[in-house]
């Protein structure tokens, strides 16, 4: 079975018909993970860039940093409208109780002292360390910062975003003369990255319980 899927994989089709399914694709992927943050969105820009690296087309890399910055920008601005509805209303929305589950009291103390200390440049830290982006954000929507302003950080840190995941997706391409071997390279690399801070959190944590039961 696994032979078969890698032979599926290695035999890509026309570059033509790669581009006229990848390309929206890519932007709707993307634009989806930034509005539901479960989609690993920066191994899908890592993969459609070692597909692009491989094609012929010059441009091909350019549009799919033009369109993962343009979908991941979007992504994160309409589920910015949508928590700032929920810190309007007296009664939430879900979207902010979304968010609210996904960060721990401490992160979200650590993300508000942050945007207190570095203000709006620590939107583009945000989106380029792993698990970061939503603590940020949450943050910013109960600081009350207006849409336009955090549209204007969240520009750079999109633009800074897909030019690093595309990045590992070339450095991918470049080491393996099939595009099906960079992708497994470019989303085993992107998938390991985001999962280190969640790794390296349990360790501390099992660390610190440790230590108070000795100090006990």
């Given amino acids: 079975m696994t032979s078969a899927l890698l032979a599926a994989v290695g035999d890509l089709p026309p570059e033509s018909t790669q581009q006229a399914v990848g390309f929206p694709s890519l932007f709707l992927l993307v634009a989806l993970g930034a509005l539901v943050p479960v989609v690993p969105t920066g191994a899908i820009v890592s993969s459609a860039a070692v597909v692009a690296f491989h094609q012929s087309s010059p441009l091909s890399l350019l549009v799919v940093f033009l369109l993962a910055s343009l979908a991941a920008f979007l992504g994160d601005l309409a589920l910015y409208w949508l928590g700032q509805r929920g810190v309007r209303s007296r009664n939430g929305s879900r979207w902010l109780a979304a968010l609210r589950s996904r960060v721990t009291a401490d992160r979200l103390a650590h993300a508000q002292e942050r945007l207190d200390t570095h203000q709006v440049s620590v939107l ?93």
């Fill in 124 to 216: 583009v830290l945000s989106r380029l360390v792993p698990a970061g982006r939503i603590p940020v954000m949450l943050a910013c929507l109960l600081a009350r910062m207006p849409l336009r302003r955090f549209a204007r950080g969240d520009a750079a840190a999109c633009l800074a975003w897909a030019a690093t995941y595309q990045l590992i997706g070339v450095l991918g391409g470049s080491l393996f003369p099939e595009p099906w071997q960079g992708v497994v390279a470019a989303v085993g690399l992107t998938l390991l990255i985001s999962a280190g801070p969640a790794v390296w959190r349990r360790v501390r944590g099992g660390r610190g319980e440790v230590l108070r039961h000795e100090d006990a």
